[in-house]
T-cell receptor, first 111, second 115 residues
Framework: QQPVQSPQAVILREGEDAVINCSSS?????VHWYRQKHGEAPVFLMILLKGGEQKGHDKISASFNEKKQQSSLYLTASQLSYSGTYFCGGGDGGATNKLIFGTGTLLAVQP | DGGITQSPKYLFRKEGQNVTLSCEQNLNHDAMYWYRQDPGQGLRLIYY???????QKGDIAEGYSVSREKKESFPLTVTSAQKNPTAFYLC??????????????FGDGTRLSIL
């Protein structure tokens, strides 16, 4: 079963903050985050490998709670360029790099 | 520049017809993947391959077939058995299969529609 993301959609004004959550019923060994602009390819943002790990670049960061099988993506002082659909991808810790992608969160940043 | 090339960008299929979507990568990646994306939904895995001449079914393989005769190429055939093929198809690849947790790199996708 695919991870569930919340909220399904969010509308922000430029400069506002947002949090996107990813929750799995299966064990997560790693969490990947991607952003997809409409009609384009998903673009890799970051990977979190260990429970409790936090990462970030620019004003986008993420955390991973391995025990709760949850990850959150934090977007601070959002910019118009942040608009798109965000997907989390759960790694199963197996011998492959196969991912199970979440349901997606549509983020729209308005001027 | 290294990357993943999918072609065509748009494809139309007639009833009862098989069509093949091309995916080529020059990243020297071991693994390749095919996903299907329906409007407003996430990515679902169709097939994946970790090495030449080997591939495994994903979650929605019925009605699809693949081959991996060369490291750079992983074509997907949508057969007539796939009754609802209209979707956005994405190909991806990831690096050294001996190293876990590699990020996936995506092509620009092929949009398939039924005539």
């Amino acid at each position: 079963q695919q991870p569930v993301q919340s909220p399904q959609a969010v509308i922000l004004r430029e400069g506002e903050d947002a949090v996107i959550n990813c929750s799995s019923s299966k064990a997560l060994y790693s969490v990947h985050w991607y952003r997809q602009k409409h009609g384009e390819a998903p673009v890799f943002l970051m990977i979190l490998l260990k429970g409790g790990e936090q990462k970030g670049h620019d004003k986008i960061s993420a955390s991973f709670n391995e025990k709760k099988q949850q990850s959150s993506l934090y977007l601070t002082a959002s910019q118009l360029s942040y608009s798109g659909t965000y997907f989390c991808g759960g790694g199963d810790g197996g011998a492959t790099n196969k991912l199970i992608f979440g349901t997606g969160t549509l983020l729209a940043v308005q001027p | 520049d290294g990357g993943i090339t999918q072609s065509p960008k748009y494809l139309f299929r007639k009833e009862g017809q098989n069509v093949t979507l091309s995916c080529e990568q020059n990243l020297n990646h071991d693994a390749m993947y095919w996903y299907r994306q329906d409007p407003g939904q996430g990515l679902r895995l169709i097939y994946y391959s970790q090495i030449v001449n080997d591939f495994q079914k994903g979650d929605i393989a019925e009605g699809y077939s693949v081959s991996r005769e060369k490291k750079e190429s992983f074509p997907l055939t949508v057969t007539s058995a796939q009754k609802n093929p209209t979707a956005f198809y994405l190909c991806a690849s990831s690096g050294d299969r001996a190293i876990p947790n590699q990020p996936q790199h995506f092509g620009d996708g092929t949009r398939l529609s039924i005539l």
